[in-house]
Structures are given as C-alpha cells and as structure tokens.
C-alpha cells in the first residue's frame, strides 16, 4: 500500500491554535503570565494583560495555552470571547456571554453547571457542542456588558463550590472593536470599578487578558490616555531558528515522519518565525510526502503550495481587493517581478518602471500597503519591506501568472 494512504491525522494545526502538547518556545513569556498574573489573581488580586505581537506569531495560541494552565494548576474559570464581529459594546457583552457558555475546555463539569443555571441561552447538545440561541445571547448582550463585573461574580460563584479562585477572561480578535471610543473607556472603568469596591468587600479575582497588535492597544490610548496603564505588557516576537526546528522535528517525530537538515532549512527559512505559517508549511509538507520521509523536494513543494493558500486565504481577500484600481495592481505587479527571496526595495528603482500615471500615485500605493501590514518602512530612508515571506512569494507567483496571460 502506498505510503500517502497510511497517513493519520496531520500534526499541524494551521487554521486554529496549538494543542498544548505541540507548543514550542515562548517559555519566558509564560512563566511571566504564569506567575506575575495567574498566580495574583488565584491570590486574590485582579490583573489585566495585553498580549501584544505580530499576524500570524502565535497570540492566540498563548492566551489559550495560558489559560488551559491557570484551569489546570490554579483552578481559574476560563472564559474566552472572541471580538471579531464586535461593533458595539452590546456585540462585546453579547460575545463574553457565548464565551461563558462555551467555557470548561480544562474541566468540562464546570462548564456543565454554569449552562444548567444559564439554560435559557442554551439549546441541545450535539455530537458537536452545544447549541446556542443567538437571539436570546444578542438581546441578553447589553445587560452583559453594562454590568460585566457583577455577570463576572455572579458566574464565579455558580462554581465556587468546585473550588474555583477566581475567572480568567480573553478577549481576543478586538481589530474592530479598538477603534470604538466607547471600548478604552468601558476596559478601564471595569479595571477602575473592581478596584474601588467598598471598605471589607471583596475584590473580585479577575486576569483580563487583551489580544492584539501594537497598533490596536495604542489606538485604545488615544480615546482613553490612562488605559495604557492599566495593562501588562506580553510582547510576542517571532520563534528563532532553534524553536522552529525543534518544532518540526518534534511534529514530524509524533508522526513518525522524518525530515532531514535541507527540508528544515526550507521550512524554517519560509516560515520566518511565524507559528501560523509553520504550521501551514508543515501540513503542506506532511500531505505531499510520500516516504516517511520529507526532503528538501517534498519542503520546496510545501512552501509552493502554502503560498498559494496563504494567497487566497489573505492576500487576495484583504489584499487584492483593496487594490480596485488599476495603477495600484500594475504597482503591485511590477514590486512582484523583483526575484522572489528579495524582502525589501527601494522606492526610486521601483519608480524607474512605472508609468507618469503610476508615479503620482506611487506613495498612496506604500501607504494604503502599510496599513494593510503587507509592507513597512526599513532601516533606510525610501526603503520598504515586506512583512512575510510567504505573503512576498505568493505576489511574486501571481505577478508571473498575470505577466504570462
């Protein structure tokens, strides 16, 4: 029988976070998270963390891992709500409440008892998960969000008697949200509001924890100044070449694949210390070999197909798109021509090839680029660079598709 139809289950995770048994690295920014606020709040003190780095570096995936810990080890009551179609503040109640019902991911008996108290929101359970009634959440959502601290300790007591300390809440995905001015002043009234309880009252034992990139927790800034300092910083930065090796190499072994020196180096090269794009080079690579064994063949055909995943899953949906006018995508093609494995360009060879239409709106090009996170400023005045590799390969090979037809 041929090797591809013995294969089990891939070991990669692209689309969703790390199970805990396959994360790698970020050992230092866990025992922080770990000990400087798991370990205060299971004591009894509220803290609020912000963790903070790069598309695609893994952020999810810590806030998750962390919070499977505190479930483990400290007895917290995981809660993680997605903010992704958040708006308003009712969207964010609306969303805490979902993720209050979805909780238990350590202990699934706590999450059992606090569905069985709110069960007006909850419908069957399936082979699936349990059913949800979205419009009972959505009218249920204002009152959530107005009066999130008592929701918060009134849920904490539904398990207290199972020994739980205190509530561990995510929210995560808050692109959108960020950008409401209510949202900064809704974190650090809730912040302020647990800390000014009365004289012999109980605090309430929260970890709040943000997920986002540097420019979303400055934004939150400049609609309230003060709600910068309410939190802890995590900075996230990209796995080094040892991580990332010891990743695929760990990976492939729980597998019982095999990958040799020059198949790493391609892998690793590509993935630039992004997890998410490791795990979608790896699970490129996992399905194309067909020996037991990946070789440098087998990663070069990975990173071809990843690139092209990565491409119409991002590239094209927030990329392209973008970029209705004609000038910006005959830009766009002509940076895409320059060899593949160039990262950065300077802004005056590229305008040699452009037309007189194409250089007047050459700098609203960068700039809409930038924001899009496909490029940033580099070291050198007039210098840009692109943000992945991967989202860099992926221009490169449909700027040859379209040169071609």
Do not use: C
Not at 245 to 260: I, Q, R
Request: aromatic letters at 8%.
């Amino acid at each position: 029988m041929n090797q591809i139809e013995n294969k089990g289950r891939s070991p990669f995770y692209p689309d969703q976070p790390v199970p805990a048994e396959l994360f790698v690295g970020r050992a230092q920014q866990i025992d922080r998270i770990q000990k400087q606020a798991v370990g205060q709040v299971a004591a009894g003190k509220p803290v609020n963390v912000f963790i903070e780095g790069e598309y695609g570096i893994g952020k999810t995936s810590i806030a998750r891992f962390t919070q499977w810990l505190a479930e483990r080890d400290q007895k917290l009551l995981g809660i993680y709500a997605t903010l992704e179609r958040a708006d308003s503040m009712d969207d964010v109640g609306t969303a805490v409440l979902e993720g209050t019902l979805r909780t238990g991911v350590y202990d699934p008996g706590l999450g059992d008892k606090i569905r069985n108290v709110l069960a007006k929101y909850v419908g069957r359970q399936t082979l699936f998960g349990v059913t949800l009634h979205a419009e009972a959440l959505k009218t249920e959502g204002p009152r959530v969000a107005a009066g999130l601290l008592p929701f918060l300790g009134e849920t904490l007591m539904i398990v207290k008697d199972q020994g739980v300390r205190g509530v561990f809440l995510v929210l995560d995905e808050i692109n959108g949200i960020a950008g409401n001015p209510k949202f900064a002043p809704f974190l650090k009234g809730l912040s302020d509001l647990n800390a000014a309880v009365a004289p012999g009252q109980p605090v309430l034992p929260l970890l709040l924890m943000l997920v986002g990139v540097e420019e979303r927790r400055r934004e939150l800034a400049t609609h309230h100044p003060s709600v910068a300092g309410i939190f802890d910083v995590v900075r996230i930065e990209r796995l080094s070449e040892q991580e990332m090796t010891e990743f695929y190499k760990n990976a492939f072994g729980s597998v019982h694949v095999e990958v040799d020196a020059a198949a790493l180096d391609t892998l690793t090269y590509y993935a630039a210390g992004f997890p998410r794009i490791m795990h979608v080079l790896g699970n490129a690579a996992f399905w194309l070999d067909r020996d037991g064994r990946v070789d440098r063949q087998d990663a070069v055909a990975a990173v071809m197909a990843a690139a092209e995943q990565v491409g119409s899953r991002y590239v094209d949906k927030q990329v392209y798109q973008a970029l209705r006018s004609r000038d910006y995508q005959s830009i766009l093609r002509k940076i895409g021509q320059l060899a593949p494995g160039t990262m950065t360009f300077n802004k005056k060879d590229v305008e040699k090839g452009l037309t007189d239409t194409e250089k007047r709106r050459f700098n609203n090009f960068l700039q809409k680029m930038k924001r899009l996170k496909v490029l940033r400023s580099g070291d050198v005045k007039g210098e840009y660079e692109f943000t992945m590799r991967m989202v860099r390969l992926y221009i490169w090979l449909r700027s040859q598709r379209e040169t071609k037809s």
